[in-house]
């Protein structure tokens, strides 16, 4: 319970619980209790190895929360009650003794004489689980792979439960150098090697861009702190082998046009974590990061979203090394003033497609480079305050998408980047910019009911944890010629929110319905309108 919640009560139990039973004075020698402490026969009473085996597996956990004197005499109990079990005194000798058993001398049920000096099917269990425990220890590992509640609002731990989802396999993949060797590479291009030379920067760039809010809130020590630290460990150690020459996870930033955009992406989640990820970067990596990232320039972007991965970069090196091509900003906003079609929306190029591109990444890219720009003092054809007037009613309409029941229109390229269709409205929740008659709380609920319908539909991830191709579970076709298994990372744009902390009115104001919700209920809503700039 401590280590899903973090309440301190839970492991002051806890610990009164561990000394209680590791100070009891029938407790015997080999640390295998009886099945009774108070039964009269001791010593000759029987054994619950069953009960050893579920003391070992949380002594183990219970040492890594306790620190000094006392952790350490948690840990010894639970390894001598490991090699008790171990031992030929309650462990069968050879498979298929003991009816196919591993552990011996376990009591059910002693007084209706059910189960007793018996082999037990949840012995084997947490035998099994306290050595797995042991093993990651000693190995350096978490001893539990917390994937659920890691924190007590039950929106925040379902965004955190599929962000560590999501993010895990890779990260901790990457950052042993082993994410080449370990990702699959599922596309339906018709020139493979050319995905499997693009698709680990895609992984690495998208997943960055939509976790480094969350990271820049630093490390505490609540389970959800502890969780971010972990992270940003992983994040730095992949970032570092993903542009060393010499690592196996080498990144390709400039082989062919896909390295641009993800160069981009990477880019934008290392302004959004500037002091978490970017400043704790040693020296070395900075200055790699930085050649890679203008080696991207040989890349010319098309006449569409294309121009702000140019411009991304761009703002980039400018807060990184002060020095930037400003000529690619200027032209990309010169050519959106061009393409804006009114009530918040940019065609992608001259013409406009009803698809999600000015979520996944025309307005939260323009947000952040007309940002640095305002920031440097200078004027661009969009000015920062107009943008943020469009940004929002954009994000108004998003929110205004969101079905009843947690769905969202199938249309458009790209489908399979799933809930990250909500880049913008997650971004302008997080930037504090939502509308006043959308409240906080109803983006919240959209948000969550969509994340959790998308993430739980069966096929989403394959057996090792990997995203699949789909929109809701696997569905490959839905996946164009440009999409392999590092591009659907663009999911995790959607927990950009997740940087603000708990405490904030979006994670702690009641539970709201959003505008469907509300509206096919019979709601009286007011009139929706348009902007008129």
Known sequence: MYRQTGKKEYLDHAIKVGKYIMNHPRLPKDKIPYWDFDTPDIPKADRDASAGAIMASAYVELS????????????????????????????????????????????????????????????????????????????????????????????????????????????????????????????IAADMQKRREVTHLEALGRLITGISAWLELGPDNTIEGKLRARYIDLALKSIANGVDPESPDYLNFNNGRQPLVDAAFLAHGLLRARTQLWDKLDKTTQERVIKELKSSRVIKPSETNWLFFSAMVEAALKEFTGEWEYDRVKYACDRFEQWYKGDGWYGDGAEF????????????????????????????????????????????????????????PIVGRSLAYRFGAFHALSDVAYRKLLPERVKPAQVRCALTAIINRQTQAPGTFNPEGWLRVGFAGYQPHIGESYISTGSLYLCSAVFVALGLPESDEFWASPAADWTCKKGWAGVDLDVDKALKK
């Open 353 to 408: 497609h009803l698809d999600y591109y000015n979520s996944f990444v025309i307005h939260p890219m323009m947000a952040e480079v007309l940002g640095v720009m305002k920031k440097h003092q200078i004027e661009g054809a969009i000015p920062y305050e107009l943008e943020l007037e469009r940004y929002a009613r954009y994000a108004e309409q998003q929110e205004r998408m969101i079905s009843p029941e947690g769905t969202f």
């Open 64 to 187: 890594t929360y306790v620190e000094g004197e006392l952790g350490k005499q948690f840990l010894a109990i639970g390894e001598q009650q490991i090699k008790s079990l171990a031992s030929p005194a309650y462990r069968a000798r050879k498979v298929g003794d003991n009816n196919h058993f591993i552990i011996k001398h376990c009591t059910g049920f002693m007084a209706k004489q059910y189960e007793i000096d018996a082999p037990l099917t949840y012995a084997d269990y947490y035998f099994v689980e306290a050595l797995l425990r042991y093993k990651n220890l000693l190995e350096g590992r978490p001893v539990v792979e917390t994937i659920t509640a890691f924190s007590e609002n039950p929106n925040r731990s379902a965004w955190l439960s599929s962000l560590h989802r999501i993010s895990y396999p890779l990260l901790a993949n990457m950052a042993k150098g082993e994410l080449r060797k370990n990702m699959p590479v599922e596309s």
